[in-house]
Nanobody, 124 residues
Framework: DVQLQASGGGLVQAGGYLRLSCAAS????????IGWFRQAPGKEREGVSCISRSDRSTYYVDSVKGRFTLSRDNAKNTVYLQMNSVKPEDTAAYYC?????????????????WGQGTQVTVSS
């Protein structure tokens, strides 16, 4: 079975940090780009970051550039989203998703597999 298991969310104060993980199984992880999306209550889902397959090129939405870092460990079939200097507006449910290339932060419907989401809450 295909699985994407997102973890690492929690409650953090503004200015703090969290590291989200997305562990994949059931498909050829190396062939897929991995994206992170988030959705806050009453808001549309937003693409946050994406990482390519082999060269590990990364893409970020403007609001997280310089604060978030996405990386992947293909040996562990895992992607990591390091979230630094978090802000209250980062509060949302975060989902990881996989698709064949290319990365696309605007086309969530093109992602084939989705994780269950992990909640991030940033207090002011």
């Amino acid at each position: 079975d295909v699985q994407l298991q997102a973890s690492g969310g929690g409650l953090v104060q503004a200015g703090g940090y969290l590291r989200l993980s997305c562990a994949a199984s059931g498909f050829n992880f190396d062939d897929y780009v991995i994206g992170w999306f988030r959705q806050a209550p009453g808001k549309e889902r937003e693409g946050v970051s994406c990482i390519s397959r082999s060269d590990r090129s990364t893409y970020y939405v403007d609001s997280v550039k310089g604060r978030f870092t996405l990386s992947r460990d293909n040996a562990k079939n895992t992607v990591y989203l390091q979230m630094n200097s978090v802000k209250p507006e980062d509060t949302a449910a975060y989902y990881c998703a996989a698709r064949l290339p290319p990365c696309d932060l605007n086309g969530s419907s093109w992602y084939d597999y989705w994780g269950q989401g992990t909640q991030v809450t940033v207090s002011s």
